[in-house]
């Protein structure tokens, strides 16, 4: 491969990373505001949210990319250029998905905390923001891992319009080489690390966010295969461990604790 | 129904406060769906005191407890603290339902701990105890913590100051919880059998917790509460339900010993 097709498809990476994360970015202020709105205690505010969340989960993100790209300039003579159409579609549909998990992870959080937060005379937006939303948070993780996951593949639609990320690089470079077989493992593979990257930084700040409720995640082990091992030392302290026995480590750990 | 016939028993009165009907219910009537839980319910508080609900299940005593927390409306009457309508507001002579800001004020002077405790799981004790006093009302974050301090020793758990609520037991949980609704200096404190979902080993460092406060300052309490014992200790009135209406009120001494209704005395038979 030369050195001018890497640059292609290093090019296609960085593009598909800046879409992933700005739309995560819009979909996650998306998801929050539409979702506490889902709680109001004005029917007509829930109605109007419900309706935001219905129409953007029930049409296709790429039909809507489109819209926003050809549509939406003839109504308004102003023309975004793909990568913002993108992100706007993008974020908006993956918005609407998230606004239904920003909503059952707040409902989910216990009624006796929101009473707790009356008895002491927070306001309503007070139980939101000190109470229920800390409380929700920790929750709202995996599925918003899930939906971030979802979306980073979602970023291959911009292909189509001829934005040039991973999956548009990796067509060029296919009819460049004329190597098809390789080239779309080679993409494949591309967006599973992109995915694993997404995957494990998520499963940090879930962590994270659980030990900050005083609700320690429960860490088998074995899960992690580098820092497991590494953690092994430091738990052990001094002692050392061979780190050829790291196959025993399940069990030395229990008798660790 | 008034408390203050029963002053002569009391040595726990505050005579500067004593007298005024801090929580009044004027006929309030509590129904969900066609159930009467309250029924055209009179009752009042005087400041100060110390006033027992007992009755049996069902009959209302957490009812009466979540009305002036304001987590329920009633369907009719009216409910007043410290002079304050609670759920109405006076407006050109008429008594209008009351909006979120004045509730909030008059409730300012209410505190209430729950029965399963309801700390804040996301805030370690300390920031349990000074949140709503530095968010609600606007004290400093120095004096907050002053006076969280001093309520953690009252309750005697300074040294758990930093742990989050998980890791404290339900009786330390209970005391945090009472630590938090005084931080707020409440004229009244509602207790709603605060002690019932403790281990038995539990209970007694609670209500040795509750018996301080009620014996070392003038704040009026409103308890719900199975322990027998701890009713007579602490109350100056106790106020016996049954459907949805007060059938007697006395001293403890009196209801305890030697109740005027049958009602009464087949319920206190069951429970001491
Ligand atoms: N949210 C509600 N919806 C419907 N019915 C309710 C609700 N809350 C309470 N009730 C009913 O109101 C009645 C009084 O309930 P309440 O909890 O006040 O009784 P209680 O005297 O506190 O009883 P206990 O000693 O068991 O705690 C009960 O029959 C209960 O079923
Ligand atoms: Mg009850």
Known sequence: ?257 | MSSSEHNENSEHTNPAVDGSELIKFDNVTKRFGSKVVLDNLCFDVSSGKHVTLIGPSGSGKTTILRLLMTLMKPEEGTIKVGGHYLTHEEKGGKLVPAGEKHIREVRKNIGMVFQQFNLFPNMKVLRNLTEAPVHVLGLSKEEAEQRARELLELVGLTEHIDKYPSQLSGGQQQRVAIARALAMRPQVLLLDEVTSALDPELVAGVLDVLRDIAHTTDITMLCVTHEMNFARDISDDVLMFDAGRVIESGAPEKIFSDPEHERTREFLGAVL
């Not at chain 1, 319009?161 to 690089?169: E, I, K, P, Q």
């Not at chain 1, 092994?232 to 050829?244: E, I, T, Y």
Request: glycine share 8%; proline share 4%; charged share 15%.
């Open chain 1, 1 to 257: 491969m030369t050195s001018g097709l890497w640059e292609l498809v290093l090019k296609g990476i960085w593009i598909t990373v800046q879409l992933t994360v700005f739309s995560s970015a819009l979909a996650l202020a998306v998801a929050f505001a539409f979702g506490i709105l889902r709680t109001h205690r004005l029917w007509i505010v829930r109605f109007l949210a419900g309706c935001y969340i219905e129409v953007f989960r029930g049409t296709s993100a790429l039909v809507f990319m489109f819209w926003i790209f050809f549509v939406l300039p003839l109504m308004f003579s102003y023309q975004l250029v793909p990568m913002w159409a993108a992100v706007l579609a993008l974020g908006l549909t993956y918005g609407a998905y998230g606004a239904e998990v920003v909503r059952g992870a707040l409902q989910a959080v216990a009624p006796a905390q929101r009473e707790a937060g009356v008895a002491l005379s927070f306001t309503r937006g007070q139980q939101l923001r000190k109470i229920l939303i800390p409380q929700a948070w920790p929750e709202m993780i995996p599925p918003f891992n899930n939906l971030s996951i979802e979306l980073l593949k979602g970023t291959a639609l911009v292909s189509i319009m001829g934005v040039g990320d991973t999956a548009f690089a990796a067509n060029l470079v296919r009819l460049a080489l004329q190597e098809s077989a390789e080239i779309y493992t080679y993409t494949l593979l591309i967006y599973f690390v992109l995915a694993f990257v997404i995957s494990r930084g998520m499963r940090a700040l879930e962590r994270k966010a659980k030990a900050g409720i005083g609700r320690p995640m429960e860490k088998p082990a074995a899960r992690k295969p580098g820092a497991g091992v590494l953690q092994m030392l430091k738990k052990v302290d001094g002692k050392a461990v061979d780190p050829q026995h790291a196959g025993t480590r399940a069990r030395s750990a229990g008798g660790d604790a």
